[in-house]
């Protein structure tokens, strides 16, 4: 089995070898991650200017290539610019949840989203930021999951959320917004984003992303890029 892995925190987080370690269990794993923090950058990718693309030692078995650009970028280098393709493609694990309507600003979402677009599987993994290793336990569990119910076979990409504590696992659908939007005004001419949790429209749907993971459940969330809305057409 050859696997992709990416992030959007940076080659050097801790999530990314978590993943890793993991995912060398599996088979022949390749990384390929962004040289600094790419939070936010959703499907952004550069074909402006010329990349630095360059190999990196992370672990032993393991081929790591650090890339001055965005997941989506890396998860194109990783098919595209070596000439491989892959079972199964891999993002995170993030420092920080991805859920409901926000989950279009994630650069770890994006790159699986990329992934799909490039006919292969994937699952982007996420938690709360002080969660990543106990998050790190359920791996297999959620991959079992995912493979012994067939899901591939119906759907190509998963955005998966674990709480910090777990008491089980649900298909989940995209909740509400997540986080309050508001601009902090600094000195000068100077404005800071900053946002807050805010609750779900419907908090005991325990089939939504946003409600699951504070519920206690990994929310385990089918995606699809395709965003043609049919029934206006017809």
């Known amino acids: ?115 799909a677009r490039l006919g292969a599987r994937g699952i982007a993994f996420s938690t709360f930021p002080d969660s990543q290793q106990k998050a790190s336990a359920y791996f297999s569990d959620v991959y079992k999951f995912i493979t012994d119910r067939g899901l591939f076979e119906k759907n190509l990409i998963f955005n998966v959320n674990i709480p910090d504590e777990v008491v089980g696992m649900h298909l989940t659908y995209q909740g509400s917004q997540y986080f309050s939007d508001t601009f902090k005004k600094l000195d000068g001419d100077m404005y800071l984003q900053v946002g807050s949790k805010i609750d779900d429209v419907c908090p005991d749907d325990i089939k939504r992303d946003t409600v699951a993971i504070h519920k206690g459940y990994i929310s385990i969330t089918p995606l699809l890029s395709y965003r043609t809305n049919m029934e206006l057409l017809k």
């Open 1 to 115: 089995m050859r696997i992709l892995i990416t992030n959007d925190d940076g080659i050097f987080a801790p999530g990314i070898r978590m993943l890793t370690e993991w995912a060398k269990g599996l088979g022949e794993v390749t990384v390929v991650a962004p040289k600094v923090e790419q939070s936010g950058m959703s499907h952004a990718i550069e074909f402006v200017k010329p990349i630095e693309i360059k190999k990196v030692d992370l672990m032993d078995g393991v081929e790591a290539w650090q890339m001055d650009s965005t997941p989506a970028d890396c998860v194109r280098f990783g098919i595209v610019g070596l000439e491989r393709e892959y079972d199964l493609v891999l993002s995170g694990i993030n420092r920080g949840v991805n859920v409901g309507v926000d989950l279009v600003y994630s650069g770890t979402v994006a790159a699986i989203f990329e992934a």
